[in-house]
């Protein structure tokens, strides 16, 4: 077929441009976007063939986006055009205006990084609901032993695996080790991490990869596997008996999951330390105050090893609960914020009218929100249930644990001195002055 040998005119270029963008408002994807980008540079040009690749930026190698062809192309390109990495190339056509490649090119472009971006949102939020899954599966486990049966048996349905382990290190002793998914092998014969895996164990990584026949693994039946570490020594192990191991993404959603474990495993055994010492609070079944402490000192050291963020709320509950019948109304209150945390949020009762709740990993507006949350929840009557919550974060608001529980408290007695039913996000300027009023006031009592 002999291609159109003739310049579009305006017309046909605004028509175009207008065709091509509405087209794309309903393209699905790169290459349905490339081919609704060929089909209308080919119709406005008739051109004999047509090609749209782009440079991926991490291999830097030529990814073909779409082709079109109406016969053999001749041996010279004749017409293309640039944008942003994308390179759209014509054969049999006379040289068409580079500005009108341009644009074009320019809404494909734009609405091929808008389908990028609406599938990385996509991926992560189906990742996201995996990952709260897998953690609503553990749940909160009674005590180190059934912790480990629970994260590994979780790791194995997350990864789809054939196996799953849980591999305390040094320091971990009560945890035991734990396989999912070998039947009756006896402990004696359980299989370790594979050695090559060490290496990026030690830095924090992910190693995947196969697995010898001679190897513990392999002698099992296993061809591949992916490793994880979980806290500073133990490690969370999956196995295949295919001769691949998880894709890129599944391994990201590994080394996701195994961080959470770490505060699931470790809530686990603090759990079973504070029944043994009695730290918690008969009316509530909530840590107590000298629990509080212990645990935010472990967390914030914890953050700061991971630089990661750590929040306190601080609740300041109506004075309903600390009446003589008080208690129902207290455990009432207790069930609707415990409704409302994540299974590694640590809530404590630390004085008659307050509750203090250890966040990890939420930095200070995340936190305002779950305080926001707590006292929508309980603020069925606003006339009885005033609740007042303070918000601290760690580093922002706090260089250690015993400035983040003060700076939280602060917060909580300039919502309280506010009139409750609010919360407020430590500021240290709003703190300094409520600081200066209360001591005035405090003055002219004593006047």
Same mark, same amino acid.
């Given at each position: ?11 046909? @270029? ?14 699905? !994807?790169?290459?349905?976007? $490339?081919?609704?980008? @060929?089909?209308?540079?080919?119709? @406005? ?35 293309? $055009? ?15 205006? #580079? ?9 494909? %472009? ?6 990028? *971006?609406?599938?990385?949102?996509? =991926? ?14 553990? $749940? ?25 382990? *849980? ?7 009560r945890f035991p080790i734990v396989w999912d998914g070998l039947g009756g092998t006896s402990g004696s014969s359980l299989p370790g991490v594979p050695a090559e895996a060490a290496r990026s164990l030690s830095v924090g990584a992910v190693w995947a990869g196969q697995v010898a026949a001679d190897t513990s693994l392999g002698r099992h039946g296993f061809r591949a596997a992916a490793v994880a570490p979980v806290g500073e020594r133990s490690s969370l192990v999956v196995a295949f008996a295919a001769e691949e191991p998880a894709p890129r993404g599944e391994l990201e959603l590994l080394r996701m999951f195994a961080e959470r474990a770490t505060t699931i495993l470790d809530v686990a055994e603090q759990a079973e330390a504070a029944s043994r010492l009695s730290a918690l609070d008969e009316p509530t079944g909530l840590y107590n105050a000298a629990y509080f402490r212990i645990r935010l000192e472990q ?11 750590? #929040?306190?709320?601080?609740? $300041? ?8 019948? !008080? ?9 609707? =914020? ?27 507006? #995340? ?26 974060? *760690? ?14 408290? /602060? ?10 039913? /609010?919360? %407020? =996000? *430590?500021?240290?300027?709003?703190? =300094? ?15």
């Amino acid at each position: 077929m002999t291609a159109r040998m003739r310049d579009p005119q305006p017309t046909e @270029l605004h028509d175009a441009l207008t065709a091509l963008a509405e087209t794309l408002v309903d393209a699905r !994807g790169e290459h349905e976007v $490339g081919a609704c980008l @060929l089909r209308h540079v080919v119709t @406005l040009t008739g051109a004999e063939s047509a090609l749209l690749a782009r440079v991926d930026p991490v291999s830097g190698e030529r990814v073909v986006v779409g082709t079109s062809s109406r016969s053999e192309p001749a041996q010279h390109t004749v017409a293309s $055009g640039h944008e942003n990495g994308w390179k759209l190339s014509l054969w049999g056509v006379r040289a068409v205006p #580079s500005d009108a490649l341009r644009l074009m090119l320019g809404q494909a %472009f734009t609405a091929a990084e808008r389908e990028r *971006f609406r599938e990385e949102l996509e =991926l992560r939020d189906a990742r996201d609901a995996r990952l709260d899954s897998a953690c609503e599966t553990v $749940g909160a486990p009674a005590g180190p032993v059934e912790a480990a049966r629970r994260v590994a048996a979780a790791a194995r349905v997350l990864l789809d695996s054939d196996a799953a382990a *849980f591999l305390p290190g040094p320091g971990a002793e009560r945890f035991p080790i734990v396989w999912d998914g070998l039947g009756g092998t006896s402990g004696s014969s359980l299989p370790g991490v594979p050695a090559e895996a060490a290496r990026s164990l030690s830095v924090g990584a992910v190693w995947a990869g196969q697995v010898a026949a001679d190897t513990s693994l392999g002698r099992h039946g296993f061809r591949a596997a992916a490793v994880a570490p979980v806290g500073e020594r133990s490690s969370l192990v999956v196995a295949f008996a295919a001769e691949e191991p998880a894709p890129r993404g599944e391994l990201e959603l590994l080394r996701m999951f195994a961080e959470r474990a770490t505060t699931i495993l470790d809530v686990a055994e603090q759990a079973e330390a504070a029944s043994r010492l009695s730290a918690l609070d008969e009316p509530t079944g909530l840590y107590n105050a000298a629990y509080f402490r212990i645990r935010l000192e472990q967390e914030a050291s914890r953050a700061m090893r991971t630089r990661s963020a750590l #929040s306190v709320l601080a609740v $300041g509950l109506p004075p309903g609960v600390t009446a003589p019948d !008080g208690d129902d109304y207290l455990r009432a209150i207790v069930d609707e =914020l415990q409704g409302s945390l994540r299974v590694m949020d640590v809530p404590c009762r630390i004085a008659d009218d307050e509750i203090a709740v250890i966040l990890p990993e939420l930095d200070g507006m #995340s936190a305002y929100l779950v305080g926001e949350r707590l006292r929508a929840v309980t603020t069925d009557d606003p006339a009885s249930s005033r609740v007042a919550v303070g918000v601290a974060s *760690f580093p922002d608001q706090a260089g250690s644990a015993g400035e983040l529980a003060r700076n939280a408290a /602060r917060a909580l007695a300039w919502a309280r001195h506010h009139g409750s039913d /609010r919360t %407020f =996000l *430590f500021d240290r300027d709003v703190a =300094l002055g409520l600081r200066v009023e209360q001591e005035r006031e405090r003055e002219r009592k004593a006047e």
